[in-house]
Nanobody, 127 residues
Framework: QVQLVESGGGSVQTGDSLRLSCAAS????????IGWLRQAPGKERELLAV????????YYEDSVKDRFTVSRDNAKGAVYLQMNSLKPEDTAVYYC????????????????????WGQGTQVPVSS
C-alpha cells in the first residue's frame, strides 16, 4: 500500500499554466505506477497521464498529450503534472492515483487499473 498526498490545485484562467504535485510514499512506492485522473461534474472519469517506475516511461490520453506533462522524481518521492494552456473544459477534481500494473498496462486499463487514490485537488478554470 502507498500513500498519496496532492497539492497545487487552485483557481486559474483560460490559457494559464498550473503544476500539480503528488507526494508518494510507502514500502512499494518504487515499484508503483503513478497516474493522474480527473473527474468533472456530469462526466466520466478520465485517466490523463501515467508514469512508470522510470521517469521516462510515460503515457498520455490523446486529448491532453500536447498540453500536459507528467514527471517523476523518485529521490524526492514526488510526481508532478504540468498543465499548460488550460481551458474551462479542464475544470475538474484531479487525483493522483497508484497502480500495481506496469505503466503500459495501466494506460490501457484507465480507472479500472487504479489501486490507490489521493484525496483529490480542485482545479477550476474560468473564461
Amino acid at each position: 500500500q502507498v500513500q498519496l498526498v496532492e497539492s497545487g490545485g487552485g483557481s486559474v484562467q483560460t490559457g494559464d499554466s498550473l503544476r500539480l504535485s503528488c507526494a508518494a510514499s510507502g514500502r512499494t512506492i518504487s515499484r508503483t505506477t503513478i497516474g493522474w485522473l480527473r473527474q468533472a461534474p456530469g462526466k466520466e472519469r478520465e485517466l490523463l497521464a501515467v508514469v512508470g517506475w522510470s521517469a521516462g516511461d510515460t503515457y498520455y490520453e490523446d486529448s491532453v498529450k500536447d498540453r500536459f506533462t507528467v514527471s517523476r522524481d523518485n529521490a524526492k518521492g514526488a510526481v508532478y503534472l504540468q498543465m499548460n494552456s488550460l481551458k474551462p473544459e479542464d475544470t475538474a477534481v484531479y487525483y493522483c492515483v497508484g497502480s500495481i500494473a506496469p505503466a503500459f498496462r495501466m494506460a490501457t486499463m484507465g480507472s479500472r487499473g487504479v489501486n490507490d487514490w489521493g484525496q483529490g485537488t480542485q482545479v477550476p478554470v474560468s473564461s
